[in-house]
């Protein structure tokens, strides 16, 4: 089994002290919806975040990184043979457990859609079936919480290697930066096995790419 953790996604609903700006006001009326229950992003909203977060204003606010991202593990063939669970950590320790049998939605506002749900009710179902669920939880909780052999964390310092060099079958964790830019805000300290993949930067997306794909050749899918 390879369990994907996305740590410190870039995915909230709109900050407390964003709340009152006119734009972002506006935007909800537009939509017909409640300013705290709307996911901040930086599509439509950047010049409001760079007002309120001028330091973060090019890392918050991407939920179409996670999009992008899930997309792609939901439809992996890892995943269609159940071999697969994908975790969503954020910068708010809200976790987010991706059911096997989840499909993202086809359409980007869909998927704000879904996750607006998801942030207001905390689960998702579909005929009596979990598709998507919300806790609090931080990094290391979650990690602890998942029985595994091995504990990956890939970072742009850690030690150059090939993914073919470090994933086996065994049953790995491996823990992927869910934002465009900076370093983790929580602890990852306690992980020991850190590897870059390339000396370049790289989507996030790109990256679980890279790490389905080697375990899908490794357990012998592919």
């Known amino acids: 089994m390879l369990h994907l953790v996305i740590a410190d996604a ?17 935007f909800a009326k537009k939509r017909n919806k409640r300013v705290d ?11 409001s975040i760079d007002r309120y977060f001028p330091n973060e204003s090019k890392r918050r606010g991407r939920p179409d990184i996670i999009y992008l991202l899930l997309e792609m593990t939901q439809e992996s063939i890892l995943n269609h043979k159940n071999q697969l669970r ?3 950590h954020t910068r708010n320790n809200q976790v987010i457990r991706i059911s096997p049998i989840t ?17 207001e009710k905390r689960i ?20 602890n919480s998942i029985r595994r052999d091995r504990t990956i964390l890939l970072h742009p310092k850690g ?14 964790l491996i823990v992927i930066g869910g934002f465009s830019e900076g ?5 990852t300290s306690f992980i020991n096995e850190r590897y870059a993949i390339f000396d370049q930067e790289l989507t996030i997306w790109s990256v679980a ?11 012998g899918l592919t």
């Open 183 to 187: 370093d983790f805000i929580s602890d």
């Open 159 to 172: 030690e150059m290697r090939k993914p073919s060099e470090f994933i086996s079958n065994a049953n790995i």
């Open 86 to 88: 994908t975790y969503v």
């Open 209 to 219: 790419n890279e790490m389905v794909a080697n375990y899908e050749r490794a357990v």
């Open 124 to 143: 998702i179902t579909n005929n009596g079936k979990e598709l998507l669920s919300m806790e609090e939880s931080s990094l290391g909780d979650l990690i």
């Open 10 to 26: 870039e995915l909230e609903t709109i900050p407390e002290e964003m709340q009152a700006d006119p734009a972002i006001r506006r």
């Open 103 to 119: 499909r993202m939605p086809k359409s980007y506002n869909r998927f704000i859609g879904l996750f607006e749900d998801l942030f």
């Open 37 to 47: 229950r709307m996911i901040l992003d930086s599509n439509y909203m950047h010049t």
